[in-house]
């Protein structure tokens, strides 16, 4: 290590191209790197889908749902495995552990697909497999609003669909708000009687005229042809054109006896933005895309076509998340800027423009070199990478200013610039090493943080550990090169200066007259000697108890020893008081060596003769507390820690007991625990609840009203309002009839988003027979869920229902639960059409000819499809009866062709009213129902959860139930089960380095526990300013805290060590220990405060703009994290000055009382009698 700082210092040139170079690919790597709000967080997780028209949702379940978790329930590395059964098909969510890859779940469900085709039904449509990637969600949504018709809006679309689609960075574009293009053929069934025309044969016709016929090819003697026979329907004409029945006189057509159209689908929902009806065009980025720009290129293509549409066409923007990963990054890049400037401001104030500037090298070097590593492992600049710069800020210059402290000391000890500063690098190398190493110890736990929120958190320590790194190159290699170059060389002028003054002073000194008699035997000399320091040592050792007599006799013992060995001094290398203190040490240790240590004072052995004091140097210096020129700051901290020092072992006591008292105290009086920290949202979502079998158009006149008052709220920036409920929707409850996604304004011009929500829902109140759920949106991590998610199971499904209602019964007497809703079955009736099986078989009639004719009353029966030359997708072509032959009563009346003629079904047909069957969840292969719900303001979910386990405990429900709790509870659970473990492994860690570093299970012992101790403020802090207690982000800073904590300690101990073998006692070395360190803990620790305070308090300042505020959400959720560093630094601050010396004499004291004893145990004899020493001839 010595030889490579002194290699690199003795090649500045190199480490200047080497360092321009970092700066600059660090720049570009700056401006290249994707952008993004949150991390790309890879989750395995695949759905499977089977359609079958028509079926129930129990016969899904029987029939298709339960096959397919046989097949699925094998694979390997299964984590989860959710299926939902739906009115027409069945859908299978598969969640794999996180370790395995994507690619390899998709191949597995793919042949596990395979495997159960042949066990579903014949008629089930072909099965879908595809990856859930959350990530590839859409990142930006065009709206076009206007009253215009229908088809005008999708071929508005569909234009501007092609056109973004050629651009590189999208993924994909969809369409949505629009319904699906059918071809309609609308037959009235006495038309097709009168002319005879079976249907069951009109409907094979239709589907036998519309198909591929491959017809192969023909070989002749002239060559060889391909002969084709065009089947497929081209256009509308081929439809209407198609003979369905002919005589020698006429040919009947389709067009005779039917309406055809190309059409819609009959209208199950319907989108509007601000009250206007609306298509959305959802566009999707690639995995490497820059969102920001892609927004911006696709916003120039919008601008583009909006000059040809009409101008009653509204274009808005429900989803542009280029805005928020601008107002994010730019607020964290504002913070990171602050935190740079603050740093460097602190540091050039409280060392000086020079020192401050070499210093702050240190930052833009190593976040640029750190940029450069995390661009190098694909790493997007997003929120997680950004704070964890602006967390890196202050931590990183703590290697620099230390190097740069030690260096200006051996400056002023007269070593020019070039010497200090390589001297400084290599002599506090191993401490900045092992300081750098245990704050590095403390995030790669958390590299090691499971599932999707580890994923997300893990590029919060990737930045730190690179900035760090940096730094340390920076602090080792890089400002010492600079500092030699740039600092300017005065060694000649202290020379001069010091041997002028040299020649001036009188050659009476003790000084001179200790190296005389050192040096001659000097009779004279050593008796001024004895005079000066003859009653400064009885006098101290009068203070450690002895008598006048033993004092008297201790005091001539040293000056004895100090002759007897007068020939070791050696004036170049040590001064003639520490030469003297060491001596004086010696017959302490050998007589007195257990006794208590008083605080040294003024007199104590230190030469204040005017002459002396000008003569030592700043080392000589060092060995007087009481330094004239020290501050007034250093000077209260010296009289503090004497204070703490005399009573170190009621200190170290009484900071063991506030631990316990403040977590007890944290514990009662608390403010609860919380997953995540509560945020200013961007977005809310309202889902609208009603129960009952309401029509599309009973549902489409609520949700108009709920509209009408919502437009009136000035706050909203955009209303998006979606009538209906989508069909396997497993997340969303049964009741839902719609939907609004309510864009808020920015922050800083409406109100908090809590009064605009209870303002709505004010205006909304008086609506009847609705309910109204909001969940507020944020830019905050992914959570697993609503803060209270349960599911209940059971082999008995009978049990299910009556469970549900237990619970939502007790929620309500608990109290606290707010936004309740559960997957229940729905009060409604669904119709059955039994088939007396007997009796259709007398008619000759079959289920599938009863289903057909069935569906033409219903939503119409598909014979085939047919792709026009104006779509690029296939359009159904499906049969039906006119709409007023659509009804309940034509059910009864419709009429099939038997054997026996036109009969209508009712012949032995039944239609009898069941219970409506909803939507059928199931969860590892159980049949599951939900309950979900939030929590009212001034609750936590904690404390809630724990009232409703309370209950559950009572054993109130049916012993075959089971009920698990899931959604953000489990996620919370298991991260702090994980942060724990994280938190355990981070100590080890770090011990291990302290154990490379001192060799001394003591320090490791003493510095883990001023890790634990620094907790102290964490908890106090959230105390007093009553904040929740949040898993992630509190738990996450009190991480980081552990290595931050460490750092000055590790200084401190280390200083410790080296003073503690050039002074008088112990005491000394921990007083003076602390007064060296105050400085470089009190810089290293304040700029780390102030790295963080912008961002703990919510400041944005953007120096660009020139604008400053406070509150800014897009950081409120990193707020707890930041407090939680800046609270237990600040507490930790008082520890490392004041606890940790008090610690250090404490265990010098405890060693010398058992020595004491373990001397009194094995001595048989008294301790030898202290008496006079003779004196030395020479003294006499």
Known sequence: MNFLIALAAGRPRVVFSVLAMLLIAGTVAFLTMPREAMPTVPIPIVMASVALDGVSPSDAERLVARPMEEQFQSLDGLKEMRATAFQGGASIVLEFDANVETEDAMNDVRAAMDRVRPLLPDQVREPMVRELDFTQRPVLTISLAADLPERTLLKFARDLRDRI?????????????????QVEIVIDPLIAQNYGINQDELFRLVSRSNRLVAAGELETDRGRFSVTVPGLFESLDDIYNLPVKSSLTAVVKLKDIAEIRRTFKDRTTYVRVNGKPAVSVDVTRRADANVVEMSQGIRTIV????????????????????????????????????SIVIVMAVCMASMGIRSGLLVGIAIPGSFLTGILAMSLLGITLNVMALFGL???CGMLVDAAIVVVEAADNYMKEGQSPKVAYVRAAQRMAWPIISSTLTTIAAFVPLLLWPGLTGKFFSYLPITVICVLTASLVMSLYVIPSIAMKFTPDRT????????????????????????????????GAFRRVLEHYMPRIKSYFMRLGASDKDAEGLASQSMTEAWNTSDRFDPARQTSAGWIFSLVRTIRLRVLGGVHRPEPQASDLSDNAPQTAQMMTAADRRSDPFDRDMDPITRGYASLLRAALTHAGKV?????????????TYMKSGNGIVFFPATEPERAIMLIHARGNLSLEEKDSLIREIERRILAVSDLEAVYTRTGRPAGAGDVAADVIGQFSLSLKPWDQRRVADEVLADINARVANIPGIEIITEKIGGGPPRGGPPVALEVSSNDPRLLNGTVTQIRAAMDIIGGFTNVEDSRPLPGIEWQLRVNREEAAKYGADIALIGQSVQLVTNGLKLGAYRPDDSTEEIDIIVRYPLEQRSMRALDEVRIETARGAVPISNFVERIPEQQAGEISRVDA????????DVARGKFAGAQIGRLKAWLAKGELNQSVRVSFKGEQRDSEESGSFLGQALLLALFLIAIVLLMQFDSFFVVFLVLTAVVMSTIGVFLGLLIFDQPFSVVMTGIGVITLAGIVVNNNIILIDAYQEIAHSTFTSFDAALRTGIERLRPVLLTTGTTIVGLLPMALGMNIDFFARTFSIGDPSSGWWAYLAQAIVYGLTFSTVLTLIVTPCALLVRENARLWWRKVWARITRSASPEPTTRAPMPEAAE
């Open 652 to 664: 170290v006591m009484i900071s063991v007991v506030l631990l316990v008292v403040v977590l007890m």
């Open 390 to 392: 602006i967390l890196a």
């Open 926 to 933: 159980q049949r599951v129902m939900t309950i979900n719900a």
């Open 303 to 338: 601008n583009e076509f909006s000059r040809k549409w009409p101008d009653n066409l509204t274009i808005s923007y429900p989803v542009d998340d280029s805005l928020g990963i601008t107002g994010r990054v730019t607020s964290l890049v504002n913070g990171v800027i602050t």
């Open 165 to 181: 689609t050629s651009l590189p960075a999208v993924l994909n574009v969809d369409i949505s708000g629009v319904r699906e293009e």
């Open 492 to 523: 000649q002028a202290r020379s001069v200066a010091r041997v002028r003054a040299a020649s001036a002073l009188p050659m009476s000194s003790v000084a001179d007259d200790v190296a005389m008699f050192a040096q001659s035997r000097d009779r």
